[in-house]
């Protein structure tokens, strides 16, 4: 390691003025920091974190590098960040705040979100805003003063897009701090650069010879995974980093696990204590009442009962413990929600407990996001997994594996990834304080490695080979794996002439434009081009193309004989982000913005309510979804038996019969022709075994409905179990025939309808139905859009002469 240098003669020699100074600042999820590295003549470039004098509230102070990324605005003059705003998340009643009005923490994760806090003031109301406060402090009281010139690297997760690096761009401009695309690192790789920094690397690069490293970077609110290669020159033995591939952007960190402990142990227990069933309090209140004064509690049990567990492995104690009797301990806590106060006495967290917890997230099989009404759970090889494959690499070709980041600190985790990289190297820093304060210092070493060469440490570079699909299918060559960016140089453009094939007689207004990744022909771009004129063959188009060092690709096309008429595209880090949040997510995020510009919408908007509730529930976010729904009644003002049927339905999933009962009888109330309300209080009867209730149930329903097929069957169904010495058969027949052509029934009729003639065994029928129903699935898939037309490269792939590489 010691052979390593960053900064060689030839970089020492670039400087010119006497004492050359840069900044790095980590602005993170749950902690930031402020690094300063600086290099006098005759010395040696040092870097170190500044420590950060931080406000309390109402008074006092303490020191840290570790600024909470948290703000309270406490009063009008009182603005808190930090340790002091942190505190007062934990006792909002102090100070009456509430959050995202004025109380802001892990909004990080709201970057590039529509999303806007709008019960906040508008300077403060969205997340690029909020980080842009934070910047400005952590410039005012770490910077301001002595950093005039000096040059200032912000770090983000490797996996930000490109709009979560603009609102990061916007937030240091609204800091007044002066940065640059480029300005921005990615995390993982600041970790890096700290780590062969500090010498203590247990993986010896080689110079000649290329490391395979792989940075786990586990912190507050992101897992980023970046895979690099590192090379040491041979002469210079200057080392060379590029980063080959990072892992879609994950929201998951040791935040979701703070929220877990909150919501499966110290939230139940509350409720216990204060004699309080499950449901008793709404979605809101226990996600915006009680979450953000127990996540410092459960953050604090989950720190210390990992420092406890690491402490007893050391001593060879841990896997024969008795893990209900290892546990963290807390002093009690009063809980406020609004006027009422709960009172949760000396909550623990024990090993068991916390072991079953961590078990989703350390899972290598499923490697899904599950969501509930509450929290996120993703198990932390979904980014790694995720890296290794877009790098094409598997565990073992790793040679060394840097974990950082706060939550690297667990050790179960520490245990999963080791073991999960079993032939390589596994480095920590050794010191924990030390994993929380790399990133900093690594970005305050690049910031300095930058002002004196003007450029970066690491050399972003193309990790796939990039081709235009032609027609035919051929791949065009654009861009070779592995070209350090920018391409083809900084605001250049690469060139290709293209055209409508010469020999047929194709005449088109669209041109599909199709970018992919060479390797598995992954689409990168797939856009056409709705062209205002007719095309005949030999028609020529010009495309241009360029990739800047932050990995955005660029391209347009114009007409070579009108280039007026012009198409343009960009897409972000084509080879790394290919983030589809789910429309259901995306609906949802669109219509609650939409809602809250209107001030929370009126009765009029209680359609949008619904919506809102159905999509929850599909997300199955259900305590949410009955939120929804109880919002659209206030605003209705009077019974609605859909809405009210709805809210049966869903406590009815969440186990509590008692309210899905009421829920029906009042939707039955208010309906005089509708027997659904009533038919599912006979489901869930029967559902529950209780067969009397049931047939009573379906019974009433029918006199109100005529939709006789269904209620027949159930009713049959119902009959068969609380009177099975007789044969219902007549009754299923019954139904069978009031269900009439298998074509006209809707898909839930056509469900009942199935089990009507299973139940009777009528062969023919069943297969009709089923059959039906294929026929029905296969209508639901999209047909692929392709009657655009796929341009050819003029003079033909195969006799150009200058093809940068072969397919
Ligand atoms: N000893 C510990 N054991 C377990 N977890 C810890 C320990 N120390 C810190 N953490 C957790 O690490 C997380 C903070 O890590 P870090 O400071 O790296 O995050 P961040 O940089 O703010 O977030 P991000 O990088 O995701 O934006 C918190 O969830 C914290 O509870
Ligand atoms: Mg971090």
């Not at 009962?661 to 489901?683: M, Q």
């Not at 009777?760 to 392709?786: C, H, L, M, S, T």
Request: aromatic share 8%.
């Amino acid at each position: 390691m010691n052979e390593v240098k960053i900064f060689t003669a030839d970089v020492e020699a670039k400087r010119r003025s006497a004492n050359v100074c840069a900044y790095g600042i980590d602005l993170g999820t749950t902690n930031s920091c402020v690094a300063r590295a600086s290099w006098q003549p005759g010395g040696k470039p040092i870097c170190d974190v500044v420590n950060i004098n931080q406000s309390l509230w109402p008074e006092g102070a303490v020191e840290s590098p570790l600024v909470p990324s948290v703000i309270a605005l406490a009063g009008v003059e009182d603005k808190l960040v930090g340790a002091g705003a942190k505190k007062l998340r934990a006792r909002p009643q102090d100070a009456n705040l509430m959050p995202e009005r004025d109380l802001f923490y892990e909004t990080k994760n709201d970057i590039g979100l529509r999303k806007t806090y709008h019960r906040a003031d508008e300077a403060y109301g969205n997340a690029a805003k909020i980080a842009g406060h934070l910047l400005r402090y952590l410039k005012e009281s770490a910077i301001n003063g002595q950093g005039k010139n000096a040059s200032i690297n912000v770090t983000v997760p490797a996996s930000f897009q490109l709009n979560q690096r603009r609102d990061t761009l916007f937030a240091c401009k609204f800091a007044g701090l002066k940065l640059q695309d480029d300005d921005l690192l990615d995390e993982p790789t600041a970790a890096l650069i700290d780590y062969i920094m500090s010498g203590k690397a247990p993986h010896s690069f080689e110079p000649g010879k290329t490391t395979q490293c792989v940075v786990f970077d586990f912190g507050g609110g992101t897992c980023d995974v970046a895979v690099m290669e590192i090379t040491v020159d041979k002469r210079t033995k200057q080392v060379l980093m590029s980063q080959v591939a990072v892992s879609r952007y994950h929201r998951l960190g040791g935040g979701d696990l703070d929220t877990a402990i909150v919501h499966e142990v110290l939230i139940p227990r509350l409720l216990r204590e204060n004699s309080l069933g499950p449901l008793d309090l709404t979605w809101a209140e226990k996600k915006r009442g009680l979450e953000p004064q127990l996540l410092g509690t459960a953050e604090k049990l989950k720190e210390s009962l990992c420092r406890g567990i690491n402490h007893l492995r050391k001593l060879h104690k841990y896997d024969k413990a008795d893990k209900e009797k290892v546990k963290a301990r807390c002093s009690s806590v009063d809980i406020y929600l609004g006027k009422r106060s709960f009172y949760l006495s000396e909550p623990t967290l024990s090993a068991a407990e916390w072991e079953k917890i961590l078990e989703p997230f350390l899972d290598r099989d499923l490697l899904f996001a599950r969501q509930t009404d509450y929290r996120l759970t993703q198990s932390v090889f979904a980014p790694l997994q995720d890296a290794l494959d877009r790098a094409g690499r598997k565990p073992e070709d790793i040679d060394f594996c840097l974990m950082v980041g706060g939550s690297s600190l667990i050790p179960q985790v520490r245990d999963a990834v080791e073991e999960y990289f079993q032939k390589s190297a596994v480095g920590y820093f050794d010191d924990p304080m030390d994993i929380q304060l790399s990133v900093a210092r690594g970005a305050a070493w690049n910031a300095l490695y930058k002002k004196l060469t003007n450029r970066n440490l690491i050399r972003a570079v193309v990790q796939e080979d990039l081709a235009l699909m032609t027609r035919g299918q051929a791949l065009y060559p654009l861009i070779p794996a592995r070209t350090v960016l920018p391409f083809p140089a900084e605001n250049e453009w690469a060139r290709v002439e293209l055209e409508i094939h010469p020999q047929t007689s194709i005449f088109t207004d669209k041109l599909l434009f199709k970018i992919v990744g060479a390797t598995a022909r992954q689409t990168i771009l797939h856009e056409i081009w709705d062209i205002p004129e007719y095309l005949e063959a030999g028609r020529e188009i010009i495309m241009e193309y360029n990739m800047t060092a932050g990995k955005q690709f660029h391209c347009r096309a114009f007409l070579k004989d009108d280039p007026e008429v012009a198409f343009e595209h960009h897409v972000e880090n084509p080879l790394v982000n290919v983030v589809n949040p789910g429309s259901t997510r995306l609906f949802i995020e669109e219509k609650e913005e939409e809602l809250r510009k209107k001030g929370g919408g009126t009765a009029d908007d209680v359609d949008d309510f619904v919506q809102l509730a159905t999509s929850y529930a599909e997300l199955n976010q259900k305590e949410r979804a009955i939120n929804w729904l109880r919002s659209a009644m206030n605003k209705l003002g009077h019974a609605d038996a859909t809405i009210l049927n709805l809210q049966g339905n869903y406590y009815g999933e969440l186990g509590d019969h008692e309210r899905e009962e009421k829920l029906y009888r009042e939707a039955d109330r208010a309906t005089t022709s509708w027997g659904g309300p009533l038919f599912n209080l006979a489901l869930s009867f029967y559902n529950r075994g209780k067969y009397k209730e049931a047939t009573e149930a379906i019974e009433q329903a029918m006199k109100k409905d005529h939709r006789q097929g269904p209620y027949l069957t159930l009713k049959a169904m119902c009959l068969d179990k609380s009177e099975p010495q007789i044969t219902h058969k007549l009754i299923y027949q019954q139904a069978i025939k009031a269900f009439g052509a298998v074509s006209t029934l809707s898909e839930w009729e056509l469900g009942w309808y199935l089990t009507a003639v299973r139940a009777v065994g009528d062969a023919k029928a069943i297969k009709e139905a089923e059959e039906e129903r294929k026929k029905r699935n296969k209508k639901g898939i999209p047909e692929v859009y392709e009657d655009a037309v796929l341009p050819v490269v003029k003079g033909g792939l195969v006799k150009r002469k200058k093809a940068m590489f072969d397919f």
